[in-house]
Structure formats: structure tokens, C-alpha cells
């Protein structure tokens, strides 16, 4: 669906109470006007994005999705038909989830939960009987990144060390293409660019 089609639908949802506009008739709605008073651009600014024929800034997305009331669901929709991407990251989640931590906790087998820059949030017995007791570290040094390059235990527990290394570095690839701007996550990667053996990797046909 197009940005227009989806910009005029979300605006004609809202009421002008909704955006602390005086009551109107039924048939005098919400106009592109009204939504750019309320988002701070210019009407010509506005039109032209719901025409197709501008493209939005970061900021003027994350405005309108404000002023339309979308949730984050729309909000991912609106990126995807203004820009043709999602919205960059700004931030990652990182407290501990109650849930999943009752879920882990529940597992016979070795499980964890980390954030996206691989601290470890929650663990169950069976991680520290197999791998590592992350509750006896530092908590600085609980993070599976970190364990896996700063430990040399590590390298006892994985039958192929170098193989499980290559593919946590490719994940962390992955996760840079999204992340990379994030402060918590650049902080973590410095952080294990100090690692040798992670950094011989990470600069590998980077």
C-alpha cells in the first residue's frame, strides 16, 4: 500500500478534538492542514508526503506518527511505504522479563536470555552446570560475547571453538547493520574489538 493510501486513512480516523481542534461536522474532518499545524511542517511540506511526491525526514516520520496516533505496528508500516526501510534503532531493550526468565528457569536443558548486546539477563542451572555460572561473575562480565572471547574455559566446552567463534562474530555482523549507531551497542563492540580473537574476525573482509 502506498504512503498516500495509508496517510489519508489514518487521517480520517482522527477527530479534530483528537488533535484539541474545536468539534466540527462529520464531513468536515481532519484536513492535511490540521495535521501539519499539529506536526510543525508546512502544508506544501505535508501534501507533498501524502502525495508521494516528498520524501520525510526521520524526525517529520516519527512526528506524524505521533500527531496520526499510530501504534508501533503502523509506525513500522509508515517507514516501510515513506522510506522503504525500517526505522533505524535508537535503542535496544535491556531489563530482565520476567516471563521469559520463568521460562528459562523451567527448561532442563542449558538456556539463557541476553539483550542485543549479548548481556545476560536470565539463566538457568543447567547453563551453569554445563557452561558457566553467570550469577558467580562480575556483573560486567556477564555477557555471552565476552565469555566466549575473554575465557579460556570456553574453548574446553565447544568441541569446535573456531567454527561456534565464526558464527557468533557473523551474528554480531548482522546485528551492526541495525545496531551500529546504537551508543550501548557501539560501547559493547569497542569493548570486544579488544578481544584478539574477536578482532582478527571482526576485521576479516569487514
Same mark, same amino acid.
Given at each position: ?17 483528537a488533535?484539541?481542534l474545536p ?5 468536515a474532518?481532519?484536513t ?5 499545524a499539529a ?7 505535508y %501534501?507533498?508526503?501524502e502525495a508521494?511526491?516528498?520524501r520525510p ?10 500527531v ?6 503502523e509506525?513500522h508500516?509508515l ?5 522503504g526501510?525500517?526505522?533505524? %534503532?535508537v535503542s535496544f ?14 527448561l ?7 539483550d %542485543? ?6 539463566a538457568?542451572r ?8 553467570f ?5 560486567a562480565?556477564?555477557?555471552?560475547g565476552k565469555w ?8 574446553h566446552?565447544?568441541v569446535r571453538?573456531?567454527h561456534?567463534a565464526?558464527?557468533f562474530?557473523?551474528?554480531v555482523?548482522?546485528?551492526? %547493520?541495525?545496531?551500529?549507531d546504537v551508543?550501548a ?5 569497542t ?16
Amino acid at each position: 500500500m502506498d504512503v498516500g493510501t495509508l496517510l489519508r486513512h489514518w487521517r480520517s480516523r482522527l477527530t479534530p478534538t483528537a488533535l484539541g481542534l474545536p468539534p466540527r461536522t462529520r464531513r468536515a474532518g481532519v484536513t492535511q492542514a490540521d495535521i501539519a499545524a499539529a506536526a510543525g511542517c508546512s502544508l506544501r511540506t505535508y %501534501a507533498g508526503v501524502e502525495a508521494g511526491r516528498t520524501r520525510p525526514s526521520d524526525e517529520l516520520l516519527d512526528t506524524l506518527s505521533d500527531v496520526l496516533q499510530l501504534s508501533a505496528d503502523e509506525r513500522h508500516t509508515l517507514w516501510r511505504a515513506a522510506v522503504g526501510s525500517a526505522r533505524p %534503532a535508537v535503542s535496544f531493550a535491556t531489563g530482565r522479563d520476567r516471563g521469559l526468565a520463568r521460562m528459562v528457569d523451567a527448561l532442563p536443558y542449558p538456556a539463557y536470555v541476553t539483550d %542485543a548486546a549479548w548481556r545476560v539477563l536470565a539463566a538457568n542451572r543447567a547453563v551453569a552446570q554445563w557452561f558457566v555460572d553467570f550469577g558467580s561473575l562480575p556483573a560486567a562480565d556477564r555477557n555471552i560475547g565476552k565469555w566466549i572471547f575473554g575465557h579460556p574455559h570456553t574453548r574446553h566446552v565447544f568441541v569446535r571453538w573456531d567454527h561456534f567463534a565464526d558464527e557468533f562474530v557473523a551474528r554480531v555482523r548482522a546485528l551492526y %547493520a541495525t545496531l551500529g549507531d546504537v551508543p550501548a551497542f557501539a560501547s559493547w563492540l569497542t569493548e570486544m574489538r579488544g578481544y584478539p580473537d574477536f578482532e582478527s574476525r571482526w576485521t576479516t573482509d569487514s
